[in-house]
């Protein structure tokens, strides 16, 4: 019923729309940025970030701060934000919130396989995990051998159980299968988000499907991009690609037979949305197209905001925040390294 939202909307929906809009004026601004860029020690980054949003979690911090740190309390916040606005949903916006964390526990899963293949601690790989991605059973996804065993002792009682169905295998688990593992999650979790968005209806629907569709294109380049020169089939790597978003079918086949950036580039530039990307970065060079692809993202995040009584502003705040943590390791990385002239190197402006 498009257009008619603003009718309940604010029934269940309004006091989090506000709290969310409200958290969204906390993000750092541009001069934000140009003060951190001029940082000499982590110790002044905290110093500004008191200032902050950020200030409350990191002002019992003992110098020398370390990047780790750093991070981990700025990711502090945005769980504590998460879960009380969890807390306080109804259907169905606590399950559309439920989803935005299915990434992060895809990610901590291979993150844990992963480290366990490589023989690393345990107990080292959990701290490093997502807290917004955890779940009972996590640490013992390291008895797993095989797929079947990762579904059959660990997964089978997770959010994650019906997305496993299309990678079963009793093949063992080495890194070519594990990546392979993650992006077939990753598509079956796209799809299954996509899918419940479409049935929301409304200015979600609209607004998450070209969220979501952009997501699922930005991973369709990079698994282009990333199994160039790997033994990966055409058809294998076809599998991979999300069954919607701009690229399909017709940008999936072509980025299928792929074989180096400048042909993935050509696929590309015949797509109006992703020409800009594009024409950021120069031919055969695929480095800066990450960070072009971060910026198209938060302009599409930010416009998210624009319009009223919908929930894509819950995602939408989450990658923006998400994105601003990942601005913040890079400048303290930076800054603790000595390498300030590399500060804008990675850094992707919000507002």
């Given at each position: 019923?498009?257009?008619?939202?603003?009718?309940?909307?604010?029934?269940?929906?309004?006091?989090?729309?506000?709290?969310?809009?409200?958290?969204?004026?906390?993000?750092?601004?541009?001069?934000?940025?140009?003060?951190?860029?001029?940082?000499?020690?982590?110790?002044?980054?905290?110093?500004?970030?008191?200032?902050?949003?950020?200030?409350?979690?990191?002002?019992?911090?003992?110098?020398?701060?370390?990047?780790?740190?750093?991070?981990?309390?700025?990711?502090?916040?945005?769980?504590?934000?998460?879960?009380?606005?969890?807390?306080?949903?109804?259907?169905?916006?606590?399950?559309?919130?439920?989803?935005?964390?299915?990434?992060?526990?895809?990610?901590?899963?291979?993150?844990?396989?992963?480290?366990?293949?490589?023989?690393?601690?345990?107990?080292?790989?959990?701290?490093?995990?997502?807290?917004?991605?955890?779940?009972?059973?996590?640490?013992?996804?390291?008895?797993?051998?095989?797929?079947?065993?990762?579904?059959?002792?660990?997964?089978?009682?997770?959010?994650?159980?019906?997305?496993?169905?299309?990678?079963?295998?009793?093949?063992?688990?080495?890194?070519?299968?594990?990546?392979?593992?993650?992006?077939?999650?990753?598509?079956?979790?796209?799809?299954?988000?996509?899918?419940?968005?479409?049935?929301?209806?409304?200015?979600?629907?609209?607004?998450?499907?070209?969220?979501?569709?952009?997501?699922?294109?930005?991973?369709?380049?990079?698994?282009?991009?990333?199994?160039?020169?790997?033994?990966?089939?055409?058809?294998?790597?076809?599998?991979?690609?999300?069954?919607?978003?701009?690229?399909?079918?017709?940008?999936?086949?072509?980025?299928?037979?792929?074989?180096?950036?400048?042909?993935?580039?050509?696929?590309?530039?015949?797509?109006?949305?992703?020409?800009?990307?594009?024409?950021?970065?120069?031919?055969?060079?695929?480095?800066?197209?990450?960070?072009?692809?971060?910026?198209?993202?938060?302009?599409?995040l930010c416009l998210a905001f624009e319009q009223q009584f919908h929930y894509a502003v819950f995602f939408a705040y989450m990658r923006l925040r998400e994105q601003e943590i990942r601005n913040l390791m890079w400048i303290s990385e930076c800054v603790a390294q000595n390498q300030k002239s590399r500060i804008h190197d990675s850094v992707v402006f919000i507002?």
């Amino acid at each position: 019923m498009y257009g008619f939202e603003a009718l309940t909307f604010n029934i269940h929906g309004g006091y989090l729309e506000a709290i969310v809009r409200g958290h969204r004026s906390g993000l750092l601004t541009a001069s934000d940025y140009n003060n951190l860029c001029q940082c000499e020690t982590l110790d002044d980054i905290k110093m500004h970030l008191s200032a902050t949003e950020y200030g409350p979690y990191l002002q019992n911090e003992p110098s020398p701060l370390h990047t780790t740190t750093v991070v981990e309390k700025c990711t502090l916040k945005l769980v504590d934000e998460y879960k009380h606005m969890l807390c306080q949903a109804t259907e169905p916006l606590s399950t559309f919130l439920e989803y935005i964390t299915y990434g992060y526990m895809i990610d901590n899963v291979v993150l844990i396989v992963t480290g366990t293949l490589h023989e690393r601690d345990v107990q080292e790989l959990l701290e490093k995990c997502h807290p917004l991605g955890m779940f009972d059973s996590i640490a013992t996804l390291a008895v797993a051998q095989n797929m079947r065993e990762l579904y059959r002792l660990v997964l089978v009682d997770t959010p994650l159980a019906p997305y496993f169905s299309e990678c079963i295998t009793s093949e063992d688990l080495d890194d070519m299968n594990i990546e392979i593992m993650r992006n077939t999650l990753y598509k079956a979790y796209l799809e299954d988000f996509y899918n419940f968005c479409q049935k929301l209806g409304g200015a979600t629907s609209e607004i998450m499907s070209d969220l979501l569709a952009f997501e699922a294109d930005r991973r369709a380049v990079n698994i282009t991009i990333n199994s160039i020169g790997t033994e990966l089939t055409r058809d294998d790597r076809r599998k991979l690609y999300s069954n919607f978003g701009l690229l399909y079918p017709y940008g999936h086949e072509e980025l299928a037979i792929s074989e180096d950036i400048d042909q993935v580039r050509a696929v590309m530039e015949k797509y109006p949305p992703y020409q800009s990307i594009f024409a950021k970065i120069s031919y055969g060079e695929s480095q800066m197209l990450d960070k072009a692809f971060y910026e198209e993202e938060v302009k599409r995040l930010c416009l998210a905001f624009e319009q009223q009584f919908h929930y894509a502003v819950f995602f939408a705040y989450m990658r923006l925040r998400e994105q601003e943590i990942r601005n913040l390791m890079w400048i303290s990385e930076c800054v603790a390294q000595n390498q300030k002239s590399r500060i804008h190197d990675s850094v992707v402006f919000i507002f």
